[in-house]
């Protein structure tokens, strides 16, 4: 019989026939099963890797000149503004933005500066709306509340009764900064002695020590105004009404 050995060997150089089969490597030390796995999977993860640096620098871009070009032009827009209109007009067309909050207060302020203290009270509410909108940093959540305690107030200033209903809400609300809490609960302690009430002014004064941090930063002024008014440290009940004939 013809030898036909040659058949069964392929040509020098030509590895048509050769094929990656696991068997193969099933007694492979480590690095042979790393070669492996790259001959099976390069072309994946060259795409793969690639896509994924792609995207990184689509991030980068975005952060570092999409975003800073965006915010440049924003603060350009804000500080055009001049005038109640203006800035009216920046708060109604970048809601969602710490600066509408911004403006927005600023036209509050400006309205109670000239006693307009009704429209100031609506402006202050608005700054309080739009701070909803802007997220839950600490900048925007303190000009939240702080346009909430400015709303209350200028309706109290105005004699407006819900005034002093909101700064109670305002008081009671643990998701504000005792900054602004603290400051509600001194105002309505303040009212309540203006209006003769001492045991409430002396509730307000207590909530206070319960509420607040030991050295808290309307520590003076609340034992300030203690000691302007004496009765509050021990409060007296108003006397029951005697009864008829007596």
């Known amino acids: 019989m013809p030898d036909d050995s040659h058949k069964k060997k392929p040509p020098g150089g030509d590895d048509r ?16 099963r790393l070669w492996l796995f790259w001959e099976r999977n390069k072309t994946a993860l ?34 055009a503004c001049l005038d109640e209109p203006a800035r009216r007009a920046f708060a109604a067309k970048h809601a969602g933005e710490a600066l509408a909050v911004v403006a927005m207060t600023e ?29 839950e940093t600490a900048v925007v959540k303190a000009l939240g509340a702080r346009a909430r305690l400015e709303a209350a107030l ?23 900064a005792e900054t602004w809490r603290g400051y509600s609960m001194l105002t309505l302690a303040n009212l309540a002695v203006a209006k003769g009430d001492l045991p409430a002014a002396t509730k307000w004064l207590n909530l206070m020590d319960k509420r607040l941090r030991k050295d808290h930063v309307w520590r003076e ?3 300030s105004l203690i000691r302007s008014e ?11 009404t005697l009864p008829t004939g007596k």
């Open 107 to 135: 036209v509050a302020d400006d309205l109670k500066a000239a006693a307009k203290l009704a429209e100031a009270a609506k402006a202050f509410d608005e700054a309080a709306r739009l701070a909803g909108l802007a997220g």
């Open 46 to 79: 060259v795409r793969g890797t690639t896509a994924v640096v792609l995207a990184v620098l689509g991030l980068l871009l975005y952060e570092f000149v999409w975003k800073a070009g965006r915010r440049e032009a924003l603060h350009q827009d804000y500080n």
């Open 154 to 176: 200028a309706r109290v200033d105005g004699g407006d009764a819900t005034g002093e209903t909101a700064l109670t809400t305002l008081a009671n609300d643990e998701s504000v």
């Open 230 to 240: 004496p009765g509050l440290l021990n409060p007296v009940a108003a006397p029951a």
């Open 17 to 32: 026939n050769l094929v990656i089969v696991d068997d193969d490597f099933k007694n492979a030390d480590a690095e042979d």
């Open 221 to 223: 002024y609340k034992d």
